[in-house]
């Protein structure tokens, strides 16, 4: 895919409303399509779980996502060795195709059985986003050179 540079974003603990953070600092190329991956996210629960991993969805508009629930995107899996830390134990593969004009990033967190989860002032949640926006003149040059061949 054509990408034209790429922002990253920390959400760290201290501005956390809960599993939301509002007055983002506004991105220097703002209203772009772009896309957006989780590459790294920390959920620390400060009492034990009794679930084995956790889906992190994000409610945002998005072109290539569609499910079955017909739901906000999952945006990232985390896992769990001592169902306390859940975090990214792969390489996150999920590419949100967006705009970067976010006001406010929020989350809901779900277990496997779709269950949301809750998490309060005792836990921690921090997560990394990449933003990588796609180059729209390589996109077009691209496009205008595969449609001679279709005709």
Aim: hydrophobic share 35%.
């Amino acid at each position: 895919m054509p990408y034209h540079g790429c922002n990253y974003l920390f959400l760290h603990e201290a501005q956390r409303d809960v599993t939301t953070w509002r007055n983002l600092p506004t991105l220097p190329n703002s209203r772009r399509e772009c896309y957006i991956t989780i590459t790294d996210c920390k959920l620390v629960f400060d009492a034990t779980q009794t679930h084995e991993s956790v889906n992190l969805k994000m409610v945002i508009p998005t072109l290539n996502y569609t499910s079955s629930s017909n739901d906000s995107p999952v945006v990232a899996m985390l896992n769990t060795v001592d169902k306390k830390l859940f975090d990214m134990q792969h390489d996150n593969q999920i590419h949100i195709l967006t705009n970067d004009s976010l006001k406010k990033c929020e989350f809901i967190l779900e277990d496997n059985d779709g269950n949301v989860l809750t998490i309060d002032a005792d836990d921690s949640f921090e997560v990394m986003i990449k933003i990588e926006y796609l180059d729209q003149e390589k996109f077009t040059e691209n496009y205008l050179n595969e449609v001679p061949k279709l005709l």
